[in-house]
């Protein structure tokens, strides 16, 4: 789950409690998010951002990805 912001916080509080990798970025396209990333090797990625999902981030998840 990548997110920033107000929600940001029940966001990291589900991820934690469901033991699923959790990151907060300003830049979905920041090297050290798609470090994170690439080493999540994830199924689905859900953002919350008002950013374009773009470039080697679209291809990094096995299934999709949600932006919120």
Request: proline share 6%; net charge positive.
């Amino acid at each position: 789950i990548l997110s920033r912001g107000e929600v940001s916080r029940r966001l990291r509080w589900i991820a934690k409690s469901r033991q699923l990798p959790y990151f907060e970025s300003a830049s979905i396209v920041a090297p050290e998010c798609l470090e994170f990333i690439r080493a999540a090797k994830p199924d689905i990625i859900v953002t919350l951002m008002h950013q374009i999902v773009k470039g080697e981030l679209l291809t990094m998840p096995s299934r999709r990805i949600i932006n919120i």
